[in-house]
């Protein structure tokens, strides 16, 4: 059962249990279940689910994150890559966030079913959404180019904390030089990416440092990240 994921997972440096095996199947299954009702991921083979969602979550794991962290995922959509890191850290304290209300009631429900503890749903924007600079960790994949990314996610980090944003595509180096002004001005460095091979393409993991607090005007009102990016 799972076991791509299970090889997947391994190589990212963890060793899935069979509770936890259980945990993803159950997930696959309320996935695309509520999928014939809520539109939550366009990825409808179980095989895809297990690839190109909970093991392509998993590789944040190739950055260490420290026991009992306070991870936030910004933009969780169905909960990626927020809920299979829980499931493979259940010591991590998460929170997701998501816009949506439908998605946001499907993340809750999941992770009741999936019995996880220390998981807080957060319907809201990331724009107006409490816990500034109040989380280790900031995730976030598929939540538009870098500089908004940076605008949604930068300000909830803490001072020494990181954001991990999870990107792939021939553009990454030109999206990376345009998001030079907004490290600068919400506080964050590069640090070194971690790449790895998913699905025969390479992909990369943005690792930024947070190295000084960011200035209370961002994130800039509703919107506005997307409108006019840094
Ligand atoms: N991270 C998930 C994934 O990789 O499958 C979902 C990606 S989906 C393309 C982007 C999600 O971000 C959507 O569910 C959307 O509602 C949410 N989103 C976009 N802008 C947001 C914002 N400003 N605050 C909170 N959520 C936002």
Known sequence: MLDALA??????????????????????????AWNERVNLTAIVDPGEVE??????SLACLLEPIESQARLL?????????????KIARPDLRLTLLEATGKKARFLEHVAGVLGLDDVEVVNDRAETAP???????????????????LELTLPFSRV??????????????????SARHA???LGGELA????????????????????AATPSEYPRRSGMPAKHPL
């Open 51 to 56: 690839t190109l969602h909970f093991a392509d």
């Open 192 to 211: 070194a990416p971690r790449t790895y091979a998913l699905a025969g393409e390479s992909r990369q993991i943005i690792v930024i440092a947070k190295v």
């Open 73 to 85: 995922d910004v933009g969780a959509g169905a909960g990626f890559p927020g809920l299979p890191l």
């Open 131 to 149: 816990g500034r600079e109040a989380f280790d960790l900031v995730v976030a994949r598929a939540v538009g180019a870098l500089p908004v990314l």
């Open 160 to 177: 020494g904390g990181r954001v991990l944003a999870m990107k792939k595509g021939p553009a990454l180096p030109a999206e990376l030089g």
């Open 7 to 32: 090889t997947a997972a391994r190589a990212f440096g963890v060793e899935l249990n069979d509770t936890q095996r259980a945990q993803f199947d159950r997930y696959r299954t309320e996935l695309l």
């Open 183 to 185: 490290l600068n001005v």
